[in-house]
């Protein structure tokens, strides 16, 4: 019943989410706030199989990543200097979860392209970006591979490149946002945060 009830909600938020105005640019975003918890919802894995947000977060203490899409050479490079790192997170008592609005077919792509073992997750229809807040509209040149990627799910919202750390409960203990695309936390300043949560 309650899977139900929260399939039932990811749906009515999606289609909620479908009439709200979307901030215009990367820098008009109203993100959480450190303190603040990542919302539950029911999203999809690589294979296709339902991803409880709540659930995946209570396995452990998190690194939790918004990225553009297996696209974006940016969000490739960030994701592949990730996977080099994963082992010092892990060693740290962290897990690293991605998301983008990527179908999980193309999450299978990123995968094997950047050589990522940690997990990946479609958020396709938008539902834990917006919820978020951190997404915005896409620029008129980007609808058409958004709506590629996210096999015609979506094609008008982006999220901002981001990172959140993230304790057991989904309380948010540290974010970094940029909405410059070419910016991102390298993994040495990562790597500190992570030591000094500790």
């Given at each position: 019943m309650k899977k139900l009830l929260l399939i039932f909600l990811t749906v009515l938020n999606s289609a909620v989410y479908a009439q709200i105005a979307f901030p215009k640019s990367a820098n008009d975003i109203a993100p959480l706030l450190i303190g603040e918890k990542i919302p539950n919802v029911i999203l999809k894995t690589s294979e296709n199989k339902d991803a409880d947000i709540s659930e995946l977060l209570k396995k452990k203490n998190t690194v939790l990543v918004f990225y553009r899409g297996g696209w974006c050479p940016y969000c490739n490079m960030h994701l592949q200097a990730l996977a080099e790192a994963e082992k010092q997170i892990i060693d740290l008592g962290y897990q690293i979860i991605a998301v983008s609005p990527d179908s999980?077919?193309?999450?299978?792509?990123?995968?094997?392209?950047?050589?990522?073992?940690?997990?990946?997750i479609s958020d396709a229809g938008g539902t834990l970006i917006n919820a978020v807040g951190i997404s915005y509209q896409a620029p008129e040149n980007y609808k058409e591979i958004i709506r590629k990627h996210s096999n015609g799910i979506n094609n008008s919202l982006l999220p901002v490149p981001s990172v959140f750390v993230v304790n057991t409960e989904g309380d948010i203990l540290f974010e970094y946002i940029s909405p410059n695309i070419k910016q991102r936390i390298s993994t040495e300043l990562l790597i500190a945060v992570l030591k000094n949560l500790k």
């Open positions: 999980p077919e193309n999450l299978k792509v990123t995968e094997e392209k950047d050589k990522v073992k940690y997990t990946l």
